[in-house]
């Protein structure tokens, strides 16, 4: 997928990308990174990444209806500053780790610090998908929080990453492939209308 994205042309209940790990998602720690733009209306929430396993919401990524990036996993979430809804790429990395919950979300390369979730693990067994979220294992979407807009450069590692190699990735010079997930080896099926386009 080097040199590719994914678009999300409209909204929906049935379009996503069904990923597949690279190894099991027992996680104690993470980096995940992603480029995304955005099109969407003001006061509308949008799922960039879930991931659920049979009976809790493992891991997900919002953009929540006031713009700011929220944060779940198995409950309550933590709120990060805003995205823009609409145009050009933003890069984002969150990392977490479980021992003293410390999770960073870096946007452009601009870092905001929280604690959550100390001692917590991401549970394995479960589907992780770009594009909708999952109020059921695998199913049952809601359009109005399906993403809409393009993603590319997804990378995840089981790991948080040292802030030399996130600096790096933020300039475009870091060439470290993710463990968990890579895209320039990303293993995934596409549902619906969910295209494939070459970057110009």
Not at 151 to 159: E, F, P, T
Request: charged share 25%; net charge positive; proline share 2%.
């Amino acid at each position: 997928l080097t040199g590719k994205y994914f678009l999300f042309p409209k909204e929906s209940n049935n379009s996503y990308i069904e990923l597949t790990p690279d190894m099991l998602l027992r996680l104690n720690s993470f980096s995940l990174c992603m480029k995304v733009s955005l099109n969407v209306p003001q006061n509308r929430e949008t799922i960039f990444l879930s991931y659920r396993s049979l009976y809790y919401d493992e891991l997900n990524l919002w953009m929540e209806a006031n713009g700011n990036v929220g944060f779940y996993m198995s409950g309550e979430g933590l709120m990060f500053p805003k995205l823009k809804r609409r145009g050009e790429w933003q890069h984002i990395c969150l990392t977490w780790e479980s021992k003293y919950g410390r999770t960073e979300l870096w946007v452009n390369g601009r870092r905001d610090s929280k604690v959550y979730r100390r001692g917590h693990t991401v549970h394995p067994g479960g589907i992780a998908m770009l594009g909708q979220d999952q109020d059921a294992l695998g199913h049952d979407f809601d359009s109005s929080q399906s993403f809409v807009g393009k993603i590319k450069d997804l990378k995840m590692w089981d790991k948080v990453l040292s802030l030399k190699t996130l600096r790096s990735i933020f300039k475009g010079k870091e060439k470290t492939k993710g463990n968990v997930f890579d895209w320039s080896n990303l293993t995934f099926s596409k549902k619906g209308n969910v295209q494939t386009v070459e970057a110009i």
